[in-house]
């Protein structure tokens, strides 16, 4: 039995999301209108006028319960069609995961990937979760990306942190890089190519040619710590 994923659909942390991406977007990706995703431009628009915090968290609410009374059966038959897709592949997945990685991660895991309305996916490593955007028609790259965030945070942050004494930045960087992997490893098994970020797109094709020449995650962090180490 291998750990699994969970798509579920929870409106406070779709609203703890909206607020995040447009109270503090990501750095990483440029147009930050992309982390708006589908969401209303007027409702953008009142939250980025509204600065009391108590009333930005009224206006998603609002908006929230009445796409939940519109979409509610849209919402539903989305987890039910991602999970059937991500079950195809779950051990499969994980199996690949661990092998590129070098880890072992527990049986009884449980991912939990809540749907989200805006259009940035975050990820939550401590308690292994993550979003997806519910106006997606597939999802299993998005997941195979977040768990991959995940458990590269979980089981070399700290020594990309106090061994490597990579910055937030540079192990930032790693992650989002890192992921052209997927493409190498699991490429046969999702549904569509881990594109990762513009800004990346240098450093990913350095992380895939070392890759295909070592296949040694903690010898491609090591690379890696020398490519920043020598700017």
Known sequence: MKSNVQFQYDINEDKKNILR???????FGGDVKRQY?????????NLKTERDPFVQDRIVSDFLKQNLIKKGEL?????????????????????RL???????????????????????????ASARTFMVRMDDEMVDTVAAHEIMHIELWRNYGIYCRDT???????????????????????????????HGYKEHQEMRL?????????KNFRGLLKYYKGLVSSK
């Open 75 to 95: 919402i539903n038959q989305k987890i039910e069609r991602f999970q059937k897709d991500w079950d195809k592949i779950n051990d499969e997945y994980f199996k």
């Open 164 to 194: 490597l004494k990579l910055s937030p930045k540079e192990f930032g960087v790693f992650q989002e890089s890192a992921t052209v992997l997927l493409n190498e490893e699991m490429g046969d098994i999702l549904s569509r190519p881990d």
């Open 206 to 214: 350095k992380l895939a040619e070392e890759w295909k020449r070592t």
């Open 21 to 27: 991406v447009v109270n503090h977007p990501s750095d």
């Open 37 to 45: 995703g589908r969401l209303p431009l007027e409702l953008v628009n």
């Open 98 to 124: 661990e092998k590129m990685l070098d880890i072992q991660i527990p049986t009884d895991v449980i991912y939990k990937a809540y749907l989200t309305s805006a259009g940035s996916c975050p990820f939550d």
